[in-house]
């Protein structure tokens, strides 16, 4: 059975089941970084699947995978703005450092065959004299 989420109490029922795991397969802010940046963010494991490790009202504790550390996940006031489609959960980042930013992770549990590739493209203009003038 697929995985469908559709609000944040659909979110929080995933992350309380056994093996559940996020994974990120988008961050718009270091997509806009340098190729070293972007490379060194992937070793210090931000795209690493994360397990969840405890759970509270308002936040997610996770655990990467293959490095020594934890990442809190916390879900408030600002979660209005989150999207839900399927398997995936954009949630809206301000860094104050420019156009506004998202993160989206995928959902799944543990030992489950990874997923293909998430590809999310920019819409882009059509070449010179295509379409139409209305």
């Known amino acids: 059975m697929a995985l469908v989420l559709h609000s944040l109490s659909d979110f929080k029922r995933f992350l309380a089941e056994p093996g ?18 972007r490379e060194s963010y992937r070793r210090k494991g931000l795209y690493a699947p994360r397990t969840v490790q405890a759970l509270s009202k308002k936040a997610a504790v996770f655990a990467v995978q293959g490095h ?11 979660i209005r703005k989150w999207r839900f489609a399927d398997d995936t959960v954009a949630i809206p980042l301000n ?40």
Do not use: K
Not at 68 to 78: A, H, M, S
Not at 103 to 114: F, L, M
């Open 20 to 37: 559940a795991t996020i994974q990120m397969v988008r961050n718009t802010f270091v997509d806009r970084q340098g190729p070293a940046l």
């Open 68 to 78: 020594p550390t934890t990442v809190w996940l916390y879900w408030d006031r600002g």
């Open 95 to 134: 860094t104050g450092l420019g156009a506004p930013d998202e993160i989206v992770y995928r959902c799944g549990y543990a030992g489950e065959p990874e997923p293909p590739e998430l590809v999310i493209e920019p819409p882009t203009m059509p070449e010179e004299g295509q379409g139409q003038l209305l």
